[in-house]
């Protein structure tokens, strides 16, 4: 918990000009709550900002508290103070606490001050309000809420987190077990470094989320197109949500975990897809379910290798119920369940090709689907061998460049001459309709399976 306090003659604020509070003599105080902050932590915001001596006695020390001088409060929610600016020029917000948890604690920061009977007023939670104040000196403190850890457990050695102490937090995860969640974005929760008491509560308050779909998949969402996902998604697994929420993921785990397994980690392999493609969400999503099917569709061959037939159709199928059940949009859901089915599609590319083959292999794709098709394909080339992954890139840029090249030669020269209709009915006698309309497709097809040239004359078709 983080506030800034103001020494002021006056202040007022205001939301569409219209004065919402207003202090004489007293504090300003822009306040920000930090996403682990908890109804404790709220008290002592408040006793401290009540204690404070920020007014002169007569010696001009400062010696004189809010009670002492009639002085007043202007609460102001402020989630900005949590803004990071140490990368780039954009400040990120990821420690301010959401608005459902930031509320009530602001309620209770008000309250915890009336309770003393020291006025308050208030701004608007979530409002665009504008401010005015005097400043009287200038005074202005800046207060953290410092975190006080659990007492150190010798048996544990690991790293401890920000989390408030364990009483606090089965008090905070009772009233809000939303914040599971929350403790996945970043910077996520390392599970591993956390006491073993609060993986116990934060484990147990999971089961409270059932049912909450809508808040899994909006927290996971951000989650997914944020800069460091496998964190979070680890989180998530280990404290047991994706076991809640998303069963079919933690199959893949299982089969990662097998000591006699002659396959990459596919856990670990999704993570790495997920980390390595373009932060988009459709690309991020498709990345997080393309080898969902493989735990339905392993198989043993007599030599000991491991298959996954199938897999991207079996795990295209899978996505869709999925989806189904946590109420992903339509749209995401039809490109996401498209992307899965054709993940396979581009490392299948083969430099003798012809040029009919690159045609087919991009008529046969849903629309618009072709640059995240080959952008998932490219981020789930994750081989550690020398070379390897490098080597399957450029095979698939090489399928991006002939692709471009077919269809900026299909643009420029169509597949028939213009007129050839006009001279097959003149030639062979033959009139408009269905056998015309046979015959011209059959010529185009012959064309772009380039048995006929593309854009002869007439008399090399009627030869044909």
Known sequence: MRCVIQRVTQAEVKVNDETVGAIGRGYLVLLAIHKTDTPAEAQRMARKIVQLRLFPDEQGKFDRDLSTVGGGVLLVSQFTLYGDCRKGNRPSFTDSAPPDLAQPLCDAVAQGLRSTGIPVQTGVFGAHMDITMINNGPVTIILDEDKKPDKPDRSDTSDRSDLPPLEDLRALLTAMPEMVLQWSLAPALDWDALPSGHRTEISSAVQALAGRNDAFREHLFELLVSESPAEGMRFLLKSGVLDLFIPELGETVNLSSEDDRRHKHVWDHTLQVVTQI??????????????????????????????????????ARMFRKIAARLGFP??????????????????????????????????????????????????????????????????????????????ELDARLPPLPTGLGNVLMERLGMKPGPQLGRVMKLLIHEVEEDRLERGASFEYYLKN
């Open 330 to 407: 339509e749209p995401l859901a039809l490109r996401v369940y498209q992307l899965v089915q054709l993940h396979l599609r581009p490392g299948q590319y083969l430099p003798s090709w012809t040029d009919s083959a690159v045609r087919r292999f991009e008529h046969e794709l849903p629309e618009g689907i072709l640059d995240d098709l080959l952008s998932l394909g490219r981020a789930d080339i994750t081989s550690k061998r020398p070379g390897r992954r490098e080597q399957a890139v450029r095979m698939i840029d090489e399928l991006d460049r002939r692709i471009h090249e077919v269809l």
């Open 278 to 315: 373009e932060p988009r969400l459709e690309l991020r999503v498709a990345a997080l379910f393309h080898d969902i099917g493989k735990a339905k569709t392993r198989e043993f061959t007599r030599d000991g290798k491991v298959t996954f037939y199938g897999h991207d159709r079996v795990g």
